[in-house]
C-alpha cells in the first residue's frame, strides 16, 4: 500500500525550533516530488513547497520561502519540514503530499497530489 | 503568482440531486501536453484532503462515477451527478501548472 506516514503533535514555544517528518512507503521514494500543505485553523488550504528526491531540487512558495526548510533523506525515503524559530501563527496542520514524477527518459507526468499525509499539528504558544 | 477564485463558497445540497462548483484560473492552465493542470481535491470533516480529479477531467483512482471534471478556457467545473450524504467537505481547486500552485479558496458542501 502506498503511504504517507507523518510524525506526530507538537507543542513548542515561540523562538523554538522544529522538524516534523513524513515517511513514504509502498513506491519508489525517488521518482516522485514530495511536497508540504499547510491549513492554519478553520482555513483553507496553502501550498507550501515540493522537493525532488533524486535530485533535492526545491521550489518554494514566496510566502513561506526563508520561513521554512524542506528536506530529504533517500536512505530511509523519509521527508522533513523544519523551522529554525517558530511564530506563534506557525500554528498549523501541516500535510505532506506526494505528486509528480519523471519516468526513465525524464518525461514528467503529474497525476494530482494523490497521496497525502494524515496531517501534523503543530501548536506555537507561550 | 497564479490566482484561482471559486463559486459559490457554500452550497447547500439535497441527496438525490446533481451539484455543481465552479472555479476560475487568472491565466491559462494549459500545459504543452494538452492537458489543463487543475485538480480537484476534497477535504471531509476531520480528514487529510482526498484526490478527485487532475488535469481537469481525470478521475483519481477509486473516485466514484458521479465526479465529473470539465474544462473551458481558464473556467472549470466539478460536478457530482447525484450527491449523497459522503459528499460533504470542502471541495478545493488547485493549478498544478506552475510554482507556486495555488488553491482556491474553498467550496464548502452541505446537506439542506
Known amino acids: 500500500e502506498v503511504q504517507l506516514v507523518q510524525s506526530g503533535a507538537e507543542f513548542k514555544r515561540p523562538g523554538e525550533s522544529l522538524k516534523i517528518s513524513c515517511k513514504a512507503s509502498?513506491?519508489?521514494?525517488?521518482?516522485?516530488?514530495i511536497g508540504w500543505v499547510r491549513q492554519m485553523p478553520g482555513k483553507g488550504l496553502e501550498w507550501m513547497a515540493i522537493?525532488?528526491?533524486?535530485?533535492?531540487?526545491?521550489r518554494y512558495s514566496p510566502s513561506f520561502q526563508g520561513q521554512v526548510t524542506i528536506s530529504t533523506d533517500k536512505s530511509i525515503s523519509t521527508a522533513y519540514l523544519q523551522w529554525n524559530s517558530l511564530k506563534a501563527s506557525d500554528t498549523a496542520i501541516y500535510y505532506c503530499?506526494?505528486?509528480?514524477?519523471?519516468?526513465?527518459?525524464?518525461?514528467?507526468?503529474?497525476?494530482?497530489?494523490?497521496?497525502w499525509g494524515q496531517g501534523t499539528t503543530v501548536t506555537v504558544s507561550s | 503568482e497564479i490566482v484561482m477564485t471559486q463559486s459559490p463558497l457554500s452550497l447547500p445540497v439535497t441527496p438525490g440531486e446533481p451539484a455543481s462548483i465552479s472555479c476560475r484560473s487568472n491565466?491559462?492552465?494549459?500545459?504543452?501536453?494538452?492537458?489543463?493542470?487543475l485538480d480537484w481535491y476534497l477535504q471531509k470533516p476531520g480528514q487529510s484532503p482526498q484526490l478527485l480529479i487532475y488535469?481537469?477531467?481525470k478521475r483519481a483512482s477509486g473516485v466514484p462515477g458521479r465526479f465529473s471534471g470539465s474544462a473551458s478556457g481558464t473556467d472549470f467545473t466539478l460536478k457530482i451527478s447525484r450527491v449523497e450524504a459522503e459528499d460533504v467537505g470542502i471541495y478545493y481547486c488547485?493549478?498544478?501548472?506552475?510554482?507556486?500552485?495555488?488553491f482556491g479558496p474553498g467550496t464548502k458542501v452541505d446537506i439542506k
Open positions: 509502498g513506491y519508489t521514494f525517488s521518482s516522485h516530488w
Open positions: 503530499v506526494r505528486g509528480g514524477y519523471f519516468d526513465w527518459t525524464q518525461q514528467y507526468y503529474y497525476d494530482g497530489m494523490d497521496i
Open positions: 491565466q491559462s492552465l494549459l500545459h504543452s501536453n494538452g492537458y489543463n493542470y
Open positions: 522537493i525532488y528526491p533524486s535530485d533535492f531540487d526545491t
Open positions: 488535469s481537469a477531467s
Open positions: 488547485m493549478q498544478a501548472l506552475q510554482t507556486p500552485f495555488t
